[in-house]
């Protein structure tokens, strides 16, 4: 049951013999009804506070919920970032790595052709080298011939087609291989 300050002042009692004084228990209860009146008063005055506040903190709440939020989403934004970024770190070192080994492959590929090539032109030098040393070789035999024939066998064989020169002129040999010999004379 609510009892309203109202109610308490015009609240009446039935007289008795020997009862309360009436202006006593009417300035009494003048006197709680109106610090019923202030209490009510102030009730409703907190009551309008508290809910002012708790729609001030659902507020606050409704606002450090969206800043825990916004921090998590920024700490994961960050923690992806540094994985995006540790990722693309270890393609690019690892397209180094495999862009290096290429280059390294074929720097030897090049290497080794340049030794196959200059194997190949060490032979081919050698190779010249030890023809040219045999036909040097046979023209300088072909030279000692020549002028082996030139004193003997040309110029017998010019001396000897002259009709002039008769077999007197021509020179014998005496024996095989000798520089001055001609045609036989038998």
């Known amino acids: 049951m609510k009892i309203t300050p109202l109610e308490i002042k015009k609240q009446s009692f039935k007289p008795k013999v020997r009862g309360y ?23 409703n005055r907190l009551s309008e506070e508290v809910i002012k506040l708790k729609t001030q903190l659902r507020d606050y709440q409704q606002v450090e919920k969206t800043l825990q939020e916004t921090l998590m989403n920024a700490q994961e934004t960050v923690s992806q970032s540094r994985e995006n970024s540790k ?34 032109l060490k032979a081919q030098k050698e190779s010249l080298a030890k023809r040219l040393k045999h036909l040097l070789e046979s023209q300088i035999e072909l030279i000692k011939v020549l002028e082996i024939d030139d004193v003997g066998f040309f110029k017998g064989t010019t001396d000897w087609a002259n009709p002039s020169l008769q077999k007197r002129d021509m020179p014998k040999a005496d024996k095989p291989g000798d520089d001055r010999t001609g045609p036989s004379q038998k």
């Open 21 to 43: 004084d009436t202006t006593e228990v009417e300035t009494f209860l003048e006197m709680v009804a109106d610090e019923y009146e202030s209490v009510l008063y102030d009730k």
């Open 87 to 120: 990722r693309e770190a270890q393609i690019i070192i690892r397209e180094s790595e495999l862009k290096a080994e290429r280059i390294l492959d074929e720097a030897r590929e090049k290497l080794d052709k340049m030794k196959n090539d200059f194997t190949l």
